[in-house]
């Protein structure tokens, strides 16, 4: 089946560590988002890209670093810069072919700090 | 710079009452609109959308939702609830770039 998977479901992180979020789609989408949400924040967005070998800073990138090396994948890593980190993340994917508002998720990353 | 804003943090309804969720905008232009669930733990999906034409809008599990623009708001509603509409919904605006801008999101407990 179609979709966007995300890994891992958790993720720990040590002080000092960098870490690194999977998403992965076959829905052959060129375009990818990832997002922070945080309780009663929403979602907030961390980076994005419309290509493979293009990305833009969203509005929270700093402490975060991403890589669009093929189309179908779209790691994060989440840097020792990051004070934060402890977050639900979520990647998402658009057509580009079709309008905004078909972004379609994948099911998250929990990541906490020990 | 554009913003969502939802005023209900949590709402509890009865089983069968009905559901009004609020969203309010701040956006230049004609706003593209959205309305996502999210179950706990899981990514999110599109409930309903309004680009432009008709002011309410229908979306899956019976929900509707009305664009005012007299007054920035485009409520979310339904008119019978069930237990499975249990959920933290968010309401979102299409930015330019293709971004979405989302609201904190309001959590909706159903008493059964």
């Known amino acids: 089946d179609g979709g966007i998977t995300q890994s891992p479901k958790y993720l720990f992180r040590k002080e000092g560590q960098n870490v690194t979020l999977s998403c992965e789609q076959n829905?052959?989408?060129?375009?990818m988002y990832w997002y922070r949400q945080d309780p009663g924040q929403g979602l907030r967005l961390i980076y994005y890209?419309?290509?493979?070998?293009?990305?833009q800073k969203g509005d929270i990138a700093e402490g975060y670093s991403v890589s669009r090396e093929k189309k179908e994948s779209f790691p994060l890593t989440v840097t020792s810069a990051q004070k934060n980190p402890t977050a639900f993340y979520l990647c998402?994917?658009?057509?580009?072919?079709?309008?905004?508002?078909?972004?379609?998720f994948g099911p998250g990353t929990r990541l906490l700090v020990l | 710079a554009q913003s969502v804003t939802q005023p209900d943090i949590h709402i509890t309804v009865s089983e069968g009452a009905s559901l009004e969720l609020r969203c309010n905008y701040s956006?230049?232009?004609?706003?593209?609109l959205f309305w996502y669930v999210q179950s706990p733990g899981q990514g999110l999906q599109l409930l309903l959308k309004?680009?432009?034409?008709?002011?309410l809008v229908q979306g899956i599990k019976g929900f509707e939702a009305e664009f005012k623009r007299s007054q920035s708001s485009f409520n979310l509603r339904k008119p019978s609830v069930h237990w499975s509409d249990a959920a933290e919904y968010f309401c979102?605006?299409?930015?330019?770039?293709?971004?979405?801008?989302f609201g904190a999101g309001t959590i909706l407990r159903v008493k059964s």
């Open positions: 998402a994917s658009r057509d580009r072919g079709r309008s905004i508002e078909t972004q379609y």
């Open positions: 309004y680009f432009s034409g008709d002011t």
């Open positions: 979102a605006v299409g930015e330019y770039g293709n971004k979405l801008v």
């Open positions: 829905l052959n989408h060129d375009a």
């Open positions: 956006y230049g232009a004609t706003p593209y």
């Open positions: 890209s419309q290509i493979v070998n293009d990305f």
